[in-house]
């Protein structure tokens, strides 16, 4: 913004504004011409309307005072025009007429004018009238400018957003590349499904056979959603990938026998993952492992949902455990195990509470009653199959895909 010499008012830049004078009368054209010359504005003159309207196609001007009563194209008519016209900015328009009755004044602004001058022209009037107008274009501009920058604003926002949605669709790839291939052994049949909420998840999960004698299984659910819970499930899957951690748990408490061995992994992880940073970055975990020979299941659980038990015989489902408390929001806690023995047929359920948790458009849970009934009602079919229909069942329930949680 700058201040025009001699006092004219501000305009929109450092150049001088263009003010288009319309008239039939060559006298008032010299007369305006030269007022508006003294206050250091650059003015172009037309004849009549249609000259006018032939400027301003060709022309950047912004404010035109033109007469109302001309042949060819009068000033109501031009304005008419104007404002029907597809202009890039607005234009400021003043009629210049001898007529004084509010009849008049209701149809010069119906037509589009924005302001009146009553002939003949005073100079004061005439001065205070541009600077209306002037502040008007001045606020427009001032619009214009801030519309560019948040538009500036917006598309630097898009293009980072879509950075940044490329760079998690990555890293939900090179996540969902880690999970672990359905297992299939001559006594364990392993499946699973996994819907994460947002493009990383804080879900992990893995199993393994170590020494051939057992499958080692651990669900884990990093408390929120995004980045910082996919960082923290990321690095448990490293230290926890293959059994390490068991490993190394069996290597130091060599004269312990196998069901002390989840609570020990347990508890090493609860001290190794004290956030001293963030209390709320915690996690639920269940970690066990199964006979295959036997069906012997034993299991540590920390504050995971409890898992299900589904008894084939009698197609009769049972919730197994009691919570336990979460990993790494304080130190030196105990865990126990679980103990329990699965026939031929049966079946162990683990979830995250994503499923459970999941809500309708009432707000209605999903919750535990009803995963067992269709664990029940799907006894017969391969665990494949009923990954699948949880998933169509919580589809269902909820109305969409968009989970608010990790399933």
Known sequence: MSKLEGGAGCVMSKERMRIL?????????RIVAAMLGRWNYDVILAGDGLEAWDILER????????????????????????????????????????????????????????????????????????????????????????NRHLSAINQTLTDAYATIRHDLESAAAMQKALLPPPLRLPEITVDWLFQPSAFVAGDMF????????HLSFYQLDVAGHGVPAALLSFTLHQVLAQGAEEQRVRRRNT???????????????????????????????????LDGRSGRVTLTQAGHPRPIWLHRADRRTELIGGGGFPVGMLPELEYDAITFDLAPGDRLFLYSDGVTECAN??????????LMALLAATADLPVAVVAERVGQALREWQGDENHQDDI
């Open 59 to 146: 022309e950047d001007i912004r404010f035109v005072i033109s007469d109302w009563m001309m042949p060819g194209l009068t000033g109501p008519e031009l304005c008419r025009r104007v404002r029907a016209a597809d202009f890039a900015k607005y234009i400021y328009l003043i009629l210049l007429t001898g007529r004084e009755d509010k009849m008049s004044l209701v149809e010069g602004m119906e037509a589009g004018a924005d302001d009146f001058l009553v002939k003949p022209v005073h100079r004061q009037e005439l001065r205070v009238r541009i600077r209306a107008g002037e502040r008007i274009l001045r606020l427009e501009w001032q619009l214009e400018e801030r």
């Open 206 to 213: 893995d199993y393994f056979v170590l020494d051939g004698e």
């Open 21 to 29: 004078v319309v008239d039939d009368d060559p006298s008032v054209l």
């Open 361 to 370: 458009a009432q707000a209605e849970l999903f919750a535990e009653t009803r």
């Open 255 to 289: 004269d312990r026998d196998a069901a002390a061995v989840p609570p020990q992994v347990v508890a090493e992880l609860n001290q190794r993952f004290q956030s001293g940073i963030d209390p709320l970055l915690y996690f639920t975990l269940i970690y066990g492992h």
